[in-house]
Structures are given as structure tokens and as C-alpha cells.
């Protein structure tokens, strides 16, 4: 008996001794790790002090070039092309004759309503005499009237069938490639070639709608074409009266001068479109925005440490971007290393 008892007294005690030695051994395991967290060698980034300028705020915008003014030539009445007084590619002035289609059987058809409107005219100056006389009735009279007026009308309109079939340039322009040659029956519905003024372009393009009141009219904007680092001018003369529900944005048009010919309609253009220029305005380095969700963050930093902060921010150009809120000026502003930054991390700073 008094061998078990001492039996469990020794496995009492080894089992206490073991637990005071986990105890121990957890402690000092704990109190390394924080020694070895706080030795941890804190890390460097690059930064800037948060400073205030004037900023000329502009939009960067996709827009396209459209020609001033541009029509399809088409014959309005149908028949033999008689001749074609353009050449492909070539420049027209207004009312410039551009092809003819053949008219002899509507000239013929004049010769027999004039005709007809002459005996018609005769027989009105007649009927006017004998009612005077009261020799005819005022209904006879009026058949007659009526007659002449109608033989006139039918005059009038060969006349302005003839006129068409010379078909005139309704501007002066650069007319394209032509789909007809002379004795081609052609009908309204066929397309002769496409008639454009080149001399001036429009610029259409559109902004998102919180920047529709920064728009006026008469507005200077530059813009470029691709294949070309040249900069081309032209002035806003149009703005829509309403923001399109769909896109939320408002569509523009620019006309721009192209006397020199080395603008194309339906090529694209990037626009750069000046609006307020800002007073005391924090414009920081586009690399050192995070996007997040539901906005965008920064890190700055405060006592040796890391600090998040949400920011709002506004327009962007090729290196920086307008801050609406979440700097202050005075602020140290993490820009290099901030993708690996965490919120509290230990951080020494290299000012830029």
C-alpha cells in the first residue's frame, strides 16, 4: 500500500515538473520573439513632403475627326450618264456641274406641255371674253382656268426634272472615288461618290459629368493624331444640352482648321482639354496611389511608421495626380516601396 502510495506521489511530481517546464519554456520563446520583432530592421522607402502649387488642370480625352460638312452624290432622277465633268480625288467648287444624265426624252416631253399650256392659255383669254358677254356659264369659265393652271404646273415640273439630271456639287470640297462611267444607267439609289470639306474638321469628343460645368464655349483645346507628334489647335463651338444617361458623360465638338490637308476625317485624336486652374493645389506622383476598393489610399509617414489614409483624387496626367482630400501640405508622402507597405510597419525615409 505504502508502495503505491509513493508510486503516485512521483507521478504527481513528474507531471507538475513537466508543466512548469512547458510554462517556462513558452515564456522564454515568447519574450524571443518580441526581442527579435523589435531588432527587426525597419524598411526603407522613398517619400516626399507634401507641398502645395498651382495646378493647370486639363483632361486627357479620346476624341475623333469628322469631316465639316460631307454628302453622298446621287442622281435624283434615273437614265444614261451623258458625261462626267469631275475627276477622282479632285477639288470642286460649289455648284460646280459634276456629271450630266441624258434629258432628250424630257425635253420632248417640255416641247408637248408647252404646247398644251399655250392652247390651254388660249382657251382661258377665250372663256374670260365670253363670260364678260355672259355667252358662257362661270363653271365653264373656271374648267378653263383651271386647265391652264394645270398644263403650267405640269411645264414647271419637266422644267425641274431637266434641272436634275445636271447634278451640282452642293459645297466646295474634295470629291472621292466615283462608282460610275459614261452610258451607266443610273437610279437614285446609286451611290456616284462621296463629296467632303476638308478644309475644316470637327473634333468630337466627351467628358465625364462632373467636369460639364468647367466646359464653355470658345474653349482653345490641342490635340494629336496618330503617326504624328505634331499639335493641332481648334475651338470648341458645340456642347450637347444633356449628359447621356448611359456613359454619364457630355459630348463636345471642336472645328479645327485643315487648309494644309494633313488632317483625315474618321482618324482619332487625343485631346487635351484645358478646364480651372487651381489655386493651392496637392498634386502628388501618380506611383504613389493604391487602389483599393471603394477608392484609392496612400501611405504617409508618422513617428517611424507607416500610416494608411483614403484619399480623393481628381484629374491625371502622364506623372501626377490632383488630391481633392486626405493630405495636408507638411505631410511625408510615401511614393516608392508602397506596395509592400502595411498599415503600423516600421519604416526609415528617404526624402526625394
Avoid at 416641247?111 to 399655250?118: E, L, N, R, V
Avoid at 493624331?225 to 458645340?238: F, I, L, M, R
Wanted: glycine content about 6%; cysteine-free; hydrophobic content about 40%.
Amino acid at each position: 500500500m505504502k508502495f503505491k502510495n509513493l508510486a503516485l506521489v512521483i507521478i504527481i511530481i513528474g507531471i507538475g515538473s513537466f508543466i512548469g517546464y512547458r510554462i517556462i519554456a513558452n515564456q522564454e520563446k515568447n519574450a524571443e520573439a518580441k526581442a527579435f520583432k523589435s531588432k527587426k530592421k525597419a524598411t526603407t522607402v522613398s517619400g516626399i513632403i507634401v507641398k502645395s502649387s498651382v495646378f493647370d488642370n486639363h483632361l486627357s480625352l479620346s476624341g475623333s475627326i469628322e469631316a465639316n460638312e460631307q454628302v453622298e452624290i446621287r442622281s435624283e432622277v434615273s437614265g444614261i450618264v451623258e458625261g462626267i465633268y469631275f475627276k477622282e480625288g479632285s477639288m470642286v467648287k460649289k455648284g460646280q456641274v459634276l456629271f450630266k444624265v441624258n434629258d432628250i426624252e424630257l425635253k420632248a416631253q417640255l416641247q408637248q406641255a408647252i404646247t398644251k399650256q399655250g392652247l390651254a392659255g388660249e382657251n382661258a383669254r377665250r372663256a374670260k371674253l365670253l363670260l364678260e358677254k355672259e355667252a358662257i356659264s362661270q363653271e365653264e369659265f373656271d374648267v378653263a382656268n383651271a386647265d391652264f393652271a394645270s398644263t403650267t404646273a405640269q411645264t414647271q415640273l419637266i422644267r425641274a426634272q431637266i434641272a436634275k439630271t445636271s447634278v451640282k456639287a452642293p459645297f466646295s470640297g474634295k470629291i472621292g472615288l466615283r462608282s460610275i462611267s459614261p452610258g451607266t444607267y443610273i437610279t437614285p439609289s446609286l451611290l456616284v461618290a462621296k463629296l467632303v470639306n476638308t478644309q475644316q474638321l470637327k473634333i468630337t469628343f466627351s467628358v465625364p459629368e462632373k467636369y460639364a460645368t468647367q466646359v464653355q464655349n470658345h474653349t482653345k483645346i490641342q490635340f494629336t493624331v496618330s503617326g504624328s507628334n505634331e499639335v493641332h489647335t481648334a475651338t470648341v463651338y458645340a456642347i450637347e444640352p444633356e449628359v447621356e444617361v448611359q456613359t454619364r458623360t457630355l459630348q463636345i465638338r471642336a472645328l479645327a482648321n485643315n487648309v494644309d490637308g494633313k488632317l483625315f476625317p474618321g482618324t482619332f485624336a487625343d485631346v487635351q482639354l484645358p478646364l480651372t486652374i487651381i489655386q493651392d493645389a496637392i498634386v502628388i506622383p501618380t506611383e504613389a496611389i493604391i487602389p483599393i476598393q471603394g477608392g484609392k489610399k496612400v501611405f504617409v509617414a508618422k513617428n517611424g511608421k507607416a500610416k494608411e489614409i483614403k484619399v480623393e483624387t481628381g484629374t491625371r496626367t502622364e506623372s501626377d495626380i490632383l488630391i481633392y482630400s486626405g493630405l495636408q501640405v507638411g505631410d511625408t508622402l510615401i511614393t516608392n516601396g508602397v506596395m509592400s507597405l502595411k498599415n503600423d510597419d516600421s519604416i526609415q525615409v528617404t526624402l526625394e
